[in-house]
C-alpha cells in the first residue's frame, strides 16, 4: 500500500463516523514504513474535527513539526477550526492569519507544547 491508499482508508473511516480507526490508519503508515504527507494530517485532523474531537485534532496537528512538514492553508484551516471548537479564540485568530504568512511563522496552539518544552 502508499500514501495515496492510506489516505482514501482514512477519508473511508471518517465518512464512516470512525474517527479513531482513522487516526489508527495513520498511525499505522509507519509501522508500513510509509511517509504520512500533507493530506493524510488534513485528513485525520478533519475526521477528529468532523467528529468533536478538537484536543485529538490538535494533536494530530501538532505531530506535523514531528514528521517534518510545514502546514498548508488546509491544515492551518483546520486547525483554527478545531481551536474554535475547543474554546480558543486566539489561538483560532493566529491560525487563521497564519495561513497568508510564512510556514515559520506558524503559530502554536495554546495548550500544546513540543517534546521537551513546558505548557
Known amino acids: 500500500p502508499d ?7 482514512m ?5 464512516s463516523g470512525q474517527w479513531l480507526q482513522s487516526l ?9 514504513n510509509v511517509q504520512p504527507n500533507l ?3 488534513s485528513t485525520a485532523i478533519g475526521a477528529c474535527e468532523k467528529h468533536g474531537k478538537w484536543e485529538k ?3 494530530v496537528f501538532e505531530s506535523l513539526h514531528q514528521a517534518r512538514l510545514a502546514p498548508d492553508a488546509i491544515c492551518l484551516s483546520l486547525a483554527a477550526r478545531v481551536c474554535e471548537l475547543g474554546g480558543q479564540p486566539q489561538a483560532a485568530h493566529m491560525l487563521a492569519r497564519a495561513r497568508s504568512g510564512p510556514p515559520a511563522a506558524m503559530p502554536r496552539p495554546l495548550g500544546t507544547a513540543e517534546a521537551g518544552e513546558e505548557e
Not at 500514501?3 to 482508508?9: D, P
Open 3 to 9: 500514501v495515496v491508499s492510506f489516505n482514501a482508508a
Open 24 to 32: 489508527l490508519v495513520l498511525q499505522g503508515m509507519a509501522t508500513l
Open 11 to 15: 477519508s473511508a473511516c471518517s465518512k
Open 57 to 59: 485534532a490538535l494533536r
Open 39 to 41: 493530506v493524510s494530517f
